[in-house]
């Protein structure tokens, strides 16, 4: 597609269940990114993959979180057993470039997720 | 850890006026430097990137300047328009990452008609 694509848009989520969102990168795009933002603030980095390689997970705020991207395209963002902390907009950003490059970012329209 | 500042948080001028929005940072070995735009429940677009080697960018009616050594760069607006209303958000690249960026939490600009 034209742009990133992130499904659902909206995700409401009962404390203590699973949720799993989806990013659909650029066609080609090597880096994919997963980014928390909570409400009023900037996003925070979450996990990135190269290819279907995940190379930084250091952001994920805890075991309760997977990511994956098993054939270096589509990634999913999982969220087990949901709290209301976790309760932010989601966001996926995609990268022609694979390590240090130039190349810039594009970002979805991302999932907002409210656990209740 | 590599923190970003945004001042103000929010500001609210008159169409045509020009506008600086700030942004500094705490470690200066940073890779890049972008400036965002972000539209409520939207995601962000790019609107000027700055290498590390770099002093501004230009686009359009948008200027991007950096000075690495103290920290900090600017966002310049020329003639504002109520189009221009959303949150513009800084980000820095920080060298030897896997180019994760560090964000500020936005300034908030509205273009008064």
């Known amino acids: 597609g034209?742009?990133?694509s992130q499904s659902p848009r909206y995700k409401v989520a009962k404390r203590g269940q699973d949720v799993a969102l989806r990013c659909d990168p650029i066609s080609g795009h090597v880096s994919l990114?997963?980014?928390?933002?909570?409400?009023?603030?900037?996003?925070?980095?979450?996990?990135?993959?190269?290819?279907e390689a995940q190379l930084d997970k250091s952001?994920?705020?805890?075991?309760?979180?997977?990511?994956e991207r098993p054939e270096g395209s589509v990634s999913t963002l999982k969220i087990q057993r949901t709290q209301q902390?976790?309760?932010?907009v989601y966001l996926c950003a995609s990268s022609l470039g694979g390590a240090i490059t130039n190349y810039g970012y594009t970002f979805g329209s991302g999932t907002r997720l409210t656990v209740v | 850890k590599q923190e970003v500042t945004q001042i103000?948080?929010?500001?609210?001028?008159?169409?045509?006026?020009?506008?600086?929005?700030?942004?500094?940072?705490?470690?200066?070995?940073?890779?890049?430097?972008q400036w965002f735009r972000q539209d409520p429940g939207k995601g962000?677009?790019?609107?000027?990137?700055?290498?590390?080697?770099?002093r501004e960018q230009t686009s359009g009616r948008l200027n991007a300047s950096l000075d690495k050594s103290s920290g900090r760069s600017t966002l310049y607006?020329?003639?504002?328009?109520?189009?221009?209303?959303?949150?513009?958000?800084?980000?820095?690249?920080?060298?030897?990452?896997?180019r994760q960026l560090t964000f500020g939490s936005g300034t908030q600009l509205t273009v008064l008609p």
């Open chain 1, 2 to 4: 034209a742009g990133v």
């Open chain 1, 33 to 51: 990114f997963w980014y928390q933002q909570a409400l009023g603030q900037g996003p925070e980095f979450l996990t990135y993959f190269q290819n």
């Open chain 1, 59 to 67: 952001g994920l705020p805890s075991d309760r979180f997977f990511a």
């Open chain 1, 85 to 88: 902390e976790d309760s932010a």
């Open chain 2, 8 to 33: 103000p948080a929010a500001l609210s001028v008159p169409e045509g006026e020009n506008l600086v929005l700030n942004c500094s940072f705490t470690d200066s070995a940073i890779y890049n430097l």
């Open chain 2, 44 to 54: 962000l677009t790019s609107l000027l990137l700055i290498q590390s080697s770099q």
């Open chain 2, 77 to 98: 607006i020329a003639a504002s328009q109520p189009g221009d209303s959303a949150t513009y958000l800084c980000a820095v690249s920080v060298s030897g990452s896997a």
